[in-house]
């Protein structure tokens, strides 16, 4: 039984290779592999600028309990056992946008050619192509021990990060770490 994966961003800005570029191509490989197009308005994954240099790759989290399977009334959005997904059926999908609207993401989109729902499915349980294509390496297709034990590695260089940059900082506000401690 395959165990439930979601695409995620591991940034590692302690490494030159380890922050997204902005080159979108996991946004173009998205869509030519879905939907034999390069438009990165159909793709699944959505790089998103923050307005600071700084670009994010976005897919969906694949939730445990989805909104937006329970906002769909035509049971369109589906959670697919076998492959722990959560998937759009098209031949149901009315593009109502209900999905959209409910997704806290804002990852599900509009197909601007089909007018139907749109997600990440990872693939099909295949190796997703956003992550084989981007060449800074910052996206991996984790299952949820992998995600957490991510997660408590980059939390614990974040730390490690936070009070490096307090010895060199003259006057700087308090480690990170300090303030979780006083928090309890």
Known sequence: MAKKKRIVYTNRPWEA?????GCRLCELWCSVTKNGAFNPRRSRVRVVDLGTGIDIPVTCQQCEDPACEASCKFEAVVY???LKIVEVDEEKCTGCQACV????????????????AIKCDLCGGEEPVCVSICPSNVLAALDDGGTAAYNRRRF????????????YMPGGEEPIQKKLEKRG
């Not at 609207?101 to 139907?116: F, H, L, M, S, V």
């Not at 614990?156 to 010895?167: C, G, K, T, W």
């Open 17 to 21: 290779t380890g922050i997204c570029s």
């Open 80 to 82: 697919n056992e076998e």
């Open 101 to 116: 609207g409910a997704c806290p993401y804002g990852i599900i989109t509009i197909d601007p050619a089909t007018k139907k």
């Open 156 to 167: 614990a260089a974040v730390l490690a990060m936070d009070d490096e940059a307090q010895r």
